[in-house]
């Protein structure tokens, strides 16, 4: 009930500022005057008020159209027009106003005093980002704008950003008691930028109160903590989303290679016509329906899906049904149909990688752990690669084709006997491994460079996801991409990039030599 | 793909014997022209087909020694290229330690390492300015990953394409590691600007007819080394672990040893070729372990045939024979080409060239009984 009773207060106490709309003339008489350090304590006073007026002032100021009369009050100028802060009104022009000076070091405290404004903004993205501006150089003159902002301030993340940059802004008060408040304000950041100013205030010559240096240490360990805690959820976010890129590479070839054992080198060039579909997609909505432009991602879906699906029943049907029973002649085929494609795109796209955008909805993020940004277009794959794995799975087990492709990966003489025409679910199970590595390909164009060589890039990392997973284990598919994608991100801050993927594949490789059969061995019947 | 042979004759019957030796004297005699005769003389041969054929012989020998693992022993190998590459760079090695200061920036370490502002060669660069300890290097290095390797995945009984496909990744990994410059063998770039070997100039006509002669005597040698081994009790066994490697078990062989012997042979080989094919060509890169360069070299095989040991050596001068054409006269078509020849021999000439020759034959080389 207090609480309620003191922010009532609180509001009255703004809207009655906001209601004088005028600026006391003993804060702009400054402005005129030589004394410098006076001229900037007033900018920053000015600015506490935090009204529309001041803003005024100050955006004036910085536009060289505050003038000042020989009795020392300040106008607005604009044109012929003079406007009066201290009254609030507008008043013919004065006789012999000339132009306030300002030199470098007021302009500086103009500039930081109207971003300190726009802590007022009513969007929240702009009050967050002049928060996150201010963090960077914080100046103790801006701490009643501040106070003033955070009084206002309804959103509980930019509530806590502004704490902190009072806290730090709080520092160096000559007061220790101040400063040990300050320190321990501190304490809910996660802010990994503070550790270095509170190490240094523990140095020699840094802070000489002993209670406070306490406070310090206290602090600096549980900002570590949280900072801790926020790169473990951030390798794990981010190995989540290379796992889910992974898994949707491989996902086409669980198929064909998984349930059907062909050995499709040319899955990566399926990758490829799946991203090109998308940039076709692109270039069609920007020609015919610049309206809809935002949306051409959700028409590149199901075009990849069919243009990488004929594609891949095209070649199973021309070449690799030949080839069934004989792994080895698929492999070289197949890259000899790997080749050709990459040359044909060459030829028809040229050799540049083209440009495909990401739509506006996908960009930017969502912001979590305090400090911690998720771009939206991670999350977005990684929701579609949950869609796509749950539509596989619902495809190979609750329908028919799923049945029939079940079938005729367990015993194909059986299921030819009893009337499953097999030759015929081949072709749509390899159409459906291929269209999926089409979907793929959409999610790949949408994070990297679309290029006639991405697929290659991905076919050595698909083959091992596949094949780490178990042969014809979907499940096993899932685990090992995202297992993979979460090893990759831990090792890469220790090792590096490239010696990570190196230690990967001696793990991958050696894994192989252990369990031949992959993570999840088929057991019973199906075993060879 | 039962074959047999008839049990007393010779490693090759006399029209063999007498191709080979008919292209030998005619491969020898290309260096002798270009440097018997001047240029603008009918007889000259120029020092850019040396150098070719050279590099073709190098490919041969890498071909022939894949054959034997693939054609002869049915175990298909995407990972060549990094025993190849591997000898190469032990050679390479020597090579730039024998530019001494002559480089770029007159320092006695290698441009690269200048670079890198290093100050001294790191540890596995040890004797390396030694040619025969390198030479060594050419024969171990090679050698013992392939033991190593082979040892752990035929031990597992992996096979087929499983094989094929980590034999693919260690190509990858060896590629990414090569191409960091810190791993201390000249990143992106490699080795190259060799000067010297052994003192004399690596670019003179003298020097590179004896490089081109030293190949096709590697080549020779290995040809008709291969052909004891695969005619030998070994090489019998070998093609029994091809053809039914559960039957072999079952009559109380261990196919490990006779696996890890062929594929170790074989990398020793391809480290051989690579020796040989870097002062010929000039130039050592990460880009030879690539995986495409792997299975470039598995179609040069397939294209002549395999399960023959003319075949590769036929199949590595006809594939890059078309590639150099190709790449001259209709670049942008060559990836068509090639492609379609992967498809075209898998689909319809199994046994490749020399397969197609023998249906020709009234007495064929290689006998054919029923599949």
Redesign the interface.
Known sequence: MRLFTSLLVFACLCLSSMAQATIPPELLKPLSGDDPDARVAAVAQIAALATPEAAKVLQALQDDALYAAPDGKVYVVDGEQAYDPASGQSVPLPDGIDGVMVNNRLRAAVAGALSGLQLLAPQRTVRLAAAQALQKAIDPAQIPLIRTALARESDADIKQLLQVLIASANLHAPDAATRKQAVLALAGSSDARLLPVLQAMLEKGGEPDEAVQLAAIETMRQIKGRVSRMELAGNVFYGISLGSVLLLAALGLAITFGLMGIINMAHGELLMIGAYTTYLCQLFFRSYLPAMQEWYLLAALPAAFVVAGLVGVALERTVIRWLYGRPLETLLATWGISLILMQLVRTIFGAQNVEVANPAWMSGGVTVLGGLVLPYNRLAIIVFAIIVVVAVWLILNKTRLGLFVRAVTQNRRMADCVGVATGKVDMLTFGLGSGIAGLGGVALSQLGNVGPDLGQSYIVDSFMVVVLGGVGQLAGTVIAALGLGEVNKFLEPVAGAVLAKIAILVFIIIFIQRRPQGLFAMKGRSVE | MTTSYPIKQGLFTRPVWLAIAACTLLAALLPILNLAFAEGHALHVSAYTVALVGKFMCYALAALALDLVWGYTGI?S?GHGVFFALGAYAHGMYLMRAIGDQGQYHSSLPDFMVFLDWKTYPWYWAFTEHFWYCMALVVLVPGVLAFV?GY??F????K???F???T???T??FM??F??NDTGFGGNNGFTDFKTILGHSITAPATRAVLFLLTLAFLLAALIGARAIVRSKLGRVLQGVRDSEARLMFLGYNPLWFKLFVWTLSAVLCGIAGALYVPQVGIINPSEMS??NS?EM??WV?VGGRGTLLGPIVGAFTVNGLKSWFTAALP?LW??A??????V???FL?QGMLGVLSKFKRKPVVAEEGA
């Open positions: 298909l995407l390797f752990f995945a031990r597992s009984r992996i087929g394409v499983y094929s496909i980590i693919q990744a260690m990858y990994a990414l590691l191409f960091r995986p495409a299975i598995v179609v397939a942008e990836l068509f090639l492609g379609l020849l992967f498809i021999v898998t689909l199994q």
